[in-house]
C-alpha cells in the first residue's frame, strides 16, 4: 500500500513518501470521541495525541510512537454516516479536486489548510462513495504499515466498477488488473505495477442503507481472536471470519456503527 520503507522489522515498515494516487491515511469522524478512543485503544493498541486544531475537535491515533490513523467529531448538527475515510495521496490536492469535478464527482469539503500538516479536501466518486485526497506538508501520512493494528488495504465496494474504476483511474493515473472474465466484478488499482486499492463490484447485494463505500482492513495477529474483541467492546461482526485473497478476513462495526476489517496475513 505504501512506499519508500526506510527500515523493516517485526514491528512494521516505515514509510516517509507517497506516490500520488496512494492511500496514505484513513480517518473516522464520530458522536463520541472518548467512547471510541477507548473502543480501538483496548482494540489495536493504540494510543492518541491531538491533532490540528483546524479540524474541530481531532485525534492523531499512534502505533509505537508511529500516526496510524485519525479520529475526529462530528459536527452535533449534521447527520452523517459514521465511517472511516481512506484518503488518497496528491502533489496538488486544488488540481485533483477539480479533477474530481470535471469527471462528474463532488467535493463537499475544501480545498483546506490544515495548519502545517498539508492541505486536504474531502469528495465523492460519482456512485456517492467518500473519499480524501491529502497534500502532505509536515505530516505525510500514516507512518506505519505491516504490524497489527494499522491499515493494511482498501477497498470500495459498489453496484458495478467498470464506470466508478474509470473514474478513478483519470483522477489518480491508476492502471486497472481486472480478474478473470468469468470471475466476480473486481478490479484491483495498480500504480507502476504494483497494487494499491480494490474496487467490488456487490450489485443488488450491496447494503443499501450504506450505498458505495470504502472498507478499510486493519492488519491483526489472529481475525476470530480480533472479531471477539470487537463483540466484547461493544462492536459487532457483520461478516465472520473467513478465507479471501487478501487472508483471512472478518468484517466488523465499532459501537457507533463504523464498518472496517480485519485481516490476518499479508494483503
Request: glycine share 14%.
Amino acid at each position: 500500500m505504501t512506499e519508500a520503507p526506510e527500515s523493516a522489522g517485526p514491528n512494521g515498515r516505515a514509510h516517509t513518501r507517497y506516490t500520488p494516487g496512494t492511500p496514505c491515511w484513513v480517518s473516522l469522524m464520530v458522536h463520541d470521541m472518548a467512547a471510541t478512543q477507548a473502543f480501538y485503544e483496548e482494540l489495536f493498541g493504540w494510543e492518541f495525541q491531538p491533532g490540528p486544531a483546524q479540524l474541530g475537535p481531532y485525534v492523531r491515533a499512534l502505533l509505537d510512537g508511529q500516526e496510524v490513523a485519525g479520529i475526529g467529531r462530528l459536527p452535533p448538527d449534521r447527520h452523517l454516516p459514521v465511517a472511516w475515510t481512506p484518503y488518497l495521496a496528491s502533489d496538488d490536492v486544488d488540481l485533483t479536486a477539480e479533477t474530481v469535478r470535471l469527471c462528474g464527482g463532488t467535493v463537499g469539503v475544501g480545498p483546506l489548510e490544515a495548519g502545517d500538516a498539508g492541505r486536504l479536501a474531502i469528495g465523492s466518486d460519482p456512485s456517492g462513495a467518500v473519499f480524501g485526497v491529502w497534500q502532505a506538508a509536515a505530516h505525510l501520512g500514516t507512518g506505519i504499515t505491516g504490524a497489527p493494528g494499522t491499515p493494511a488495504w482498501n477497498e470500495l465496494l459498489t453496484f458495478e466498477t467498470a464506470a466508478v474504476a474509470k473514474f478513478y483511474e483519470t483522477v489518480f493515473g491508476y492502471e486497472e488488473k481486472r480478474a478473470a472474465s468469468s470471475g466476480p466484478d473486481e478490479v484491483t488499482l495498480c500504480l507502476d505495477g504494483r497494487p494499491v486499492a480494490g474496487v467490488r463490484g456487490a450489485g443488488h447485494a450491496l447494503l443499501r442503507d450504506r450505498g458505495p463505500h470504502w472498507l478499510t482492513y486493519f492488519e491483526v495477529v489472529d481475525t476470530e481472536e480480533a472479531a471477539e474483541r470487537v463483540t466484547g467492546l461493544g462492536g459487532q461482526v457483520l461478516v465472520p471470519a473467513h478465507d479471501g485473497a487478501h487472508g483471512r478476513t472478518a468484517t466488523v462495526a465499532d459501537p457507533e456503527g463504523a464498518r472496517f476489517a480485519l485481516v490476518q496475513g499479508p494483503c
